[in-house]
């Protein structure tokens, strides 16, 4: 946390967050006594308080966006907010924090020049399995979330496709306390994974094709 980003909070009318609890505890440990509202802004209103929270904007309230974990609009509320604002030519700026994206391409030992990032890939295998085949000779970087549940079938559909030599890596609950990383050959990254916790969030990055990391076996945790 910034020292920028500590004081747009501080000097908010307004605090707009997923959950407020999570929010209130925030602010406790960074030692912000905060007196302005935290209001609820989160996936299933986001369409909704767009729009209310652009008019408080509009009538010259400082409202602050803070999501649970990573940053708002990546892989999180925030979009609509911005795109609203922008629209009513409403100033927006950004107190940048921590991003899972960004931190697993920096962490992976993977060419890092040029990447697409793509969020979430669709639940189905079938449509998996299609994102393979359209990015196998993508020229950059490839990097994906992926939940817990959805993990080993998410390797098993990549190793399926772009074959057990793929040089990826497999980050797991970055920044946080059992953070690990795995980088390597697939099949032998996804043999590492499983034989630990699967728990938390993932972020899949996937080096372009014949790239090889010469140290297979990185692991900066277990």
Avoid: W
């Avoid at 496709?161 to 946080?176: A, Q």
């Amino acid at each position: 946390m910034t020292a920028r980003a500590m004081a747009s909070l501080q000097e908010a009318d307004a605090i707009a967050c997923e959950d407020t609890r999570v929010t209130g505890k925030l602010l406790s440990k960074l030692g912000i006594e905060k007196t302005a509202p935290l209001l609820s802004y989160r996936e299933e209103n986001e369409s909704h308080m767009a729009g209310r929270l652009a008019d408080r904007i509009a009538a010259g309230e400082r409202i602050a966006l803070i999501s649970d974990a990573g940053m708002p609009a990546i892989s999180d509320p925030g979009f609509r907010l911005v795109r609203e604002c922008r629209r009513r030519g409403l100033a927006v700026t950004a107190a940048p924090g921590l991003t899972a994206a960004t931190t697993a391409l920096a962490l992976s030992g993977l060419p890092s020049d040029g990447f697409l990032y793509v969020g979430f890939l669709p639940p189905k295998r079938a449509a998996r399995k299609r994102f393979f085949e359209k990015y196998l000779d993508f020229d950059y970087s490839l990097v994906v979330y992926e939940s817990c549940h959805r993990i080993a079938k998410f390797l098993d559909d990549l190793i399926d496709v772009m074959g057990p030599e793929r040089c990826i890596s497999v980050g797991r609950e970055l920044t946080k306390l059992h953070e690990s990383v795995h980088s390597g050959p697939a099949e032998a990254v996804r043999t590492r994974l499983l034989a630990g916790s699967q728990k938390g969030e993932f972020v899949v990055t996937i080096a372009k094709r014949d790239y090889l990391l010469n140290d297979a076996p990185a692991a900066n945790a277990p």
